[in-house]
């Protein structure tokens, strides 16, 4: 989203058609063929230009949102590095500082990042990309309230501004207020309707509210428009709670075909194949990659406390119980205020199997659901 934000004079000739370029292709970027030609245009302005700073913190965004989509560290230590090379060519630029904070943001350094688009909104408070990078900060820290003010202050700057809306969406959906998430992402679908991912998030929030058959519909509209990994994997999800365990595991291995980085889908992917007679091994093998991938991103983000709760899951899957326990612990020590970690957490303490994890994991559902409302 940062890519709006962009307010820098571009007389230079050299590498500005491809910078330019470059941010289109990667504000509406809707899968990796996306996000990889946003770099190679990047790259391509900055040989025409080498000390052309906005580029290089361009694809040091475009790197960040890399790293986000494969969870592979490769591509936030690259992150790192072009976003240092930016600041130290012009750290006053807004579009540099921008850039520096949104790596922050994905590299698991929100406190940071609230310090930065703090400091560019002082100076021009009615950038309104640099308020959804505040609030995605302030929510990332725990500060929920806070984050929820940032959101709305920025729509009421830009009402029409889709991304805010999917990213406010994603929010909704994280505090566990679906019906003002599906708002939102149907918002989102009106002004951008043919954003894939604006589909799947429609589907998302129509699959927490137990309305299936939209959800199905959703996910399809959004492979329709190209075929994408969130989509595919939600949908696989939504089969395996109808017991269409074997729907749901091909749903899966397509989402691998796209994007086989993702800790969480091998996760699901192993769940499923536990439900399935004979597939035993299978889901052992899966539980091993998605414990591997969480692991290494843990290096970049050790305080992720969604992939804490995750990690959590897939240990206790795996029989590790003390580890287990303490990851979920820490996840719920981390952001205890979110309806999604106390679900995961309930499910990891039944599975431990006592009888005071029993206990716990019927506390966590209770405070789950009081979080719901």
């Not at 990889?36 to 900055?46: G, K, P, T």
């Not at 029989?319 to 996840?331: L, M, P, V």
């Amino acid at each position: 989203v940062a890519a709006d934000s962009v307010t820098v004079s571009l007389d230079q000739t050299a590498g500005r058609d491809e910078y330019v370029q470059g941010l289109a292709r990667l504000r509406l970027a809707q899968g990796q063929e996306d996000r990889d030609a946003a770099i190679a245009l990047f790259e391509r302005s900055i040989r025409e230009d080498p000390g052309f700073a906005p580029a290089v913190a361009a694809l040091a965004q475009a790197y960040a949102r890399h790293f986000h989509s494969t969870r592979d560290p490769v591509w936030a230590q690259r992150a790192e590095e072009e976003a240092h090379r930016a600041s130290a060519m012009a750290p006053l630029y807004p579009e540099v500082r921008v850039a520096v904070a949104e790596v922050h943001l994905a590299t698991g350094k929100a406190g940071r990042a609230v310090r930065v688009f703090g400091e560019i909104l002082e100076e021009d408070p009615g950038d309104y990309t640099t308020r959804v990078g505040l609030a995605r900060a302030l929510d990332a820290c725990g500060r929920g309230d806070a984050a929820d003010q940032a959101f709305l202050e920025a729509l009421q700057a830009q009402p029409d501004c889709w991304f805010a809306h999917n990213r406010i969406g994603e929010f909704y959906v994280r505090r566990g207020q679906c019906r003002e998430a599906l708002r939102s992402f149907l918002r989102v679908v009106e002004l951008a309707p043919g954003y894939a991912p604006g589909y799947s998030n429609v589907g998302a929030a129509y699959q927490y509210l137990g309305r299936n058959a939209e959800a199905i519909e959703a996910y399809r509209r959004s492979v329709g428009i190209r075929p994408n990994y969130p989509a595919l994997s939600n949908m696989a999800t939504l089969l395996r709670s109808e017991g269409r365990l074997e729907e749901a595991a091909r749903s899966y291995e397509d989402s691998l075909g796209l994007n086989d980085r993702d800790y969480r889908v091998w996760g699901n992917l192993g769940s499923t194949y536990d439900l399935i007679p004979g597939r035993e091994k299978d889901a052992e093998r899966c539980f091993r990659q998605a414990i591997a991938l969480a692991e290494r991103q843990r290096e970049v983000d050790p305080s992720d406390p969604h992939l804490l709760a995750r990690l959590a899951q897939y240990l206790g899957e795996r029989g590790q119980k003390g580890a287990a326990r303490q990851h979920s612990e820490r996840a719920l020590e981390l952001d205890g205020n979110r309806a999604d970690l106390r679900f995961l957490a309930a499910s990891v303490y039944e599975d431990l199997g006592s009888a005071e994890d029993h206990e716990r994991a019927c506390l966590e559902l209770i405070r789950a659901l009081e979080e719901l409302g």
